[in-house]
């Protein structure tokens, strides 16, 4: 079986064959031949290992009961080594099982593919920006950005598995009235601090870290900015307190194993010319209209039109005046257009669902292919500590920062039960789940099944074995070795269906699922075992343990979480 076909691809391919074949033999009409949909794995050991509903969808082109039609399938189905047999079964699946000597032959296989397997070849290259997080850079990472955090960096990784050239961006919004307030939340405190009477901006930052930052503008600067322009010293020190923010926000996303390949800036967009750039794009479509004395976004997709530059009479600062929509506008362009992104993947959080028409409104304003550009909304966290909500609202200054959170639970927790949702639910994270050390934390038995797994390993070698010995894989017949086998080998299609789907809960499913299943062949499998007649048999399932403890952590790693040798 070759790596870049799952095994569920090949198993279409060969009920698609066998309905060809049928077609040829003349036991069905001549038809149109439907895409079979990858077959889903079986729940019932007695429905075989896959299952397909093929044969359903085609009775009303055919005239015929699915089952008859599934009937006439079967025979000509071709024989492979890796399925022991394909069968009927009502009111018309065609159910395949597959081969145990085939199955037992693969846990080398798996062995040899080590951190390759699970990868898949979905992308050809394909280049793909996730940008991700991009939370305002006027506070700290809080619990709200990290659910966006782990999804993003884990759609990255698993994108990259699949196949595609992936890059992870920040977008950090250093441009705009929010930055204005941040610099006027600084200064005001940075004023008190020298007994000036300087009251605080209403639309400010009453946080204990903007007092915090302006202590340290205190030291850094003494009374410089007392005696500058009042607007210059807001800005100045409004892009200091930037620089230090994103300082604190690149050790806090560290410290949740997240990365990014570029910080793009939002003022480099107005800088650079950009901004205007598309502004008379726009105008020539015939996209800007104005009144109020704002300029507005005006497209047939929309209900109404958005706002792209306010009001002077709004905002008298001309540099604050555009809106967040009037600078995701060259963002796109330069996406798309001018960095040559094949695909560009945005992770927004709920709150931005309605900007999403008039983001893609934009694009086909501009010209640029809107398929190219990818939403990915997500509900919120909501946290929870003794079975009560913790509230929080970085704008009031009451909210839980990610690096509290990490301190107090660890990455792994985070990342972990930051996926086990989908992501069009809200999320509780349970903060005293988060750190029992029991089977009910689901963090901690798979990481569990890892950690057993090298015991395993170490007690072989205490008892004088070489783990490492190939084993016969024709020993492995017991049920609970070859539940272990299949489940490893669903992990490119685990892979196929994230990447397709970009949903990284299945992620958390799978790991949860293998750890099971290794648990259950430790249960019902003696691994080592020092009386001789059962050498060959322990290095057998010597091999198939270290096989499982690989695919363990593969799949930790694209979560982006420890592989434990020890807990």
């Given at each position: 079986m070759s790596l870049s076909v799952t095994l569920r691809e090949q198993?279409?391919?060969l009920i698609q064959t066998g309905l060809q074949n049928a077609q040829e033999a003349g036991d069905l009409p001549a038809f149109d031949m439907p895409d079979i949909v990858p077959v889903a794995s079986n729940r019932h050991e007695a429905h075989g290992d896959y299952g397909s509903p093929v044969c359903m969808g085609l009775a009303r082109v055919l005239r015929r009961a699915p089952l008859k039609i599934a009937q006439a399938v079967v025979p000509h189905v071709p024989t492979v080594d890796f399925v022991a047999k394909v069968e009927v079964a009502p009111p018309g699946y065609i159910n395949v099982t597959l081969d145990e000597g085939w199955l037992a032959r693969q846990a080398p296989v798996i062995l040899d593919a080590g951190a390759a397997w699970g990868n898949v070849d979905l992308g050809g290259g394909q280049r793909v920006q996730v940008e991700f997080v991009s939370a305002n850079p006027t506070g700290p990472i809080t619990i709200g950005s990290a659910r966006n955090a782990v999804i993003g960096d884990t759609l990255a990784s698993v994108l990259d598995a699949a196949g595609y050239a992936v890059e992870r961006e920040y977008y950090v919004n250093d441009a705009g009235s929010k930055v204005r307030n941040f610099g006027a939340s600084i200064f005001a405190r940075y004023a008190n601090l020298f007994g000036e009477d300087m009251p605080f901006p209403e639309q400010g930052y009453p946080a204990a870290y903007v007092a915090e930052l302006a202590l340290h503008a205190q030291v850094e600067f003494g009374d410089r900015f007392l005696f500058q322009e009042h607007d210059t010293a807001i800005r100045a020190?409004?892009?200091?307190?930037?620089?230090?923010?994103?300082?604190?926000?690149?050790?806090?996303?560290?410290?949740?194993r997240v990365h990014f390949d570029t910080w793009f800036s939002e003022k480099s967009l107005y800088e650079s010319g950009l901004f205007e750039e598309m502004m008379t794009k726009l105008c020539d479509g015939g996209y800007l209209v104005e009144y109020d004395g704002a300029t507005w976004f005006r497209h047939p997709d929309l209900e109404k039109d958005a706002v792209l530059i306010r009001s002077p009479q709004v905002i008298p600062d001309p540099e604050d005046r555009p809106?967040?929509?009037?600078?995701?506008?060259?963002?796109?362009?330069?996406?798309?257009?001018?960095?040559?992104?094949?695909?560009?993947?945005?992770?927004?959080?709920?709150?931005?669902?309605?900007?999403?028409?008039?983001?893609?409104?934009?694009?086909?304003?501009?010209?640029?292919?809107?398929?190219?550009l990818v939403f990915i909304i997500y509900?919120?966290?909501?946290?929870l500590r003794g079975g009560q909500e913790v509230r929080m609202s970085k704008s009031s200054g009451e909210f839980v920062t990610l690096r509290e959170l990490a301190d107090e639970v660890g990455p792994d927790p985070i990342?972990?039960?930051?996926?086990?949702?989908?992501?069009?639910?809200?999320?509780?994270?349970?903060?005293?789940?988060?750190?029992?050390q029991s089977d009910r934390n689901p963090v901690y038995y798979v990481q569990y099944a890892h950690t057993r797994i090298a015991g395993v390993l170490r007690k072989a070698v205490e008892v004088g074995l070489d783990p490492d010995t190939?084993?016969?894989?024709?020993?492995?017949?017991?049920?609970?070795?070859?539940?272990?086998?299949?489940?490893?080998?669903?992990?490119?299609?685990?892979?196929?269906?994230?990447?397709?789907?970009?949903?990284?809960?299945?992620?958390?499913?799978?790991?949860?699922?293998l750890a099971s299943l290794f648990h259950a062949f430790y249960r019902d499998c003696r691994i080592v075992s020092t009386d001789p007649d059962?050498?060959?048999?322990?290095?057998?399932?010597?091999?198939?343990?270290?096989?499982?403890?690989?695919?363990?952590?593969?799949?930790?790693?694209?979560?982006?979480?420890?592989?434990?040798?020890?807990?």
């Open positions: 198993i279409a391919q020190l409004g892009e200091w307190g930037i620089d230090r923010i994103l300082d604190g926000v690149r050790d806090d996303l560290a410290q949740l809106t967040y929509l009037a600078s995701d506008i060259p963002y796109l362009w330069n996406k798309i257009v001018l960095r040559g992104f094949d695909k560009a993947i945005y992770v927004w959080s709920t709150d931005h669902h309605g900007d999403v028409p008039r983001v893609q409104a934009a694009a086909k304003a501009l010209g640029v292919d809107v398929d190219r509900q919120m966290v909501t946290l990342r972990f039960m930051m996926l086990t949702r989908t992501l069009d639910v809200t999320l509780d994270f349970d903060l005293d789940l988060a750190v029992e190939p084993g016969d894989p024709t020993l492995l017949t017991h049920p609970s070795e070859l539940d272990l086998i299949r489940k490893m080998l669903s992990l490119p299609e685990i892979v196929t269906v994230a990447a397709n789907n970009l949903a990284p809960h299945h992620l958390t499913v799978y790991a949860t699922e059962d050498a060959a048999l322990t290095c057998a399932r010597l091999m198939l343990a270290r096989a499982a403890k690989s695919v363990l952590s593969r799949v930790l790693y694209l979560m982006g979480m420890d592989a434990p040798d020890r807990m």
